[in-house]
């Protein structure tokens, strides 16, 4: 089993910048895919932002973004730590949604479908206004 706690969300404006983080503890393993999605009113959650790792190097990872936010969003790992960072800069009001993050221990590469993750967080709401 895996916990994942969120922590950041909070009320903005446009242009403004929010920093959302995830924890994850329990199972552990050499590779893991950590990830976060969105999901506002009416919608789909979609998929937002992944970053991964596996095998001996540890400390290397690779990541992957959703065309809407490449550029303005950072997905990043705490070395040693199961802890991934979500850096979002100039916010638009379309980045307004419940933010999820998730796990896949045992897993590398862009996962990017909700189906490839085992564990799901709370969410944690980001609101952006104009």
């Known amino acids: 089993q895996v916990q994942l706690a969120e922590s950041g969300g909070g009320l903005v404006q446009a242009g403004d910048s929010l920093r959302l983080s995830c924890a994850a503890s329990?199972?552990?393993?050499?590779?893991?895919?950590m990830g976060w999605f969105r999901q506002a009113p009416g919608k789909e959650r979609e998929f937002v932002a992944v970053i991964t790792w596996s095998g001996y190097s540890r400390s290397i990872s690779t990541t992957y973004y959703a065309d809407s936010v490449k550029g303005r969003f950072t997905i990043s790992k705490v070395n040693a730590k199961n802890t991934v960072i979500l850096q979002m800069n100039s916010l638009k009001p379309e980045d307004t949604a419940v933010y999820y993050c998730?796990?896949?221990?045992?897993?590398?590469?862009?996962?990017?479908?909700?189906?490839?993750?085992?564990?799901w967080g709370q969410g944690t709401q980001v609101t952006v206004s104009s």
């Open positions: 329990g199972r552990t393993s050499s590779s893991y895919a």
């Open positions: 998730a796990a896949a221990p045992g897993r590398n590469g862009w996962l990017r479908t909700r189906d490839e993750y085992d564990y």
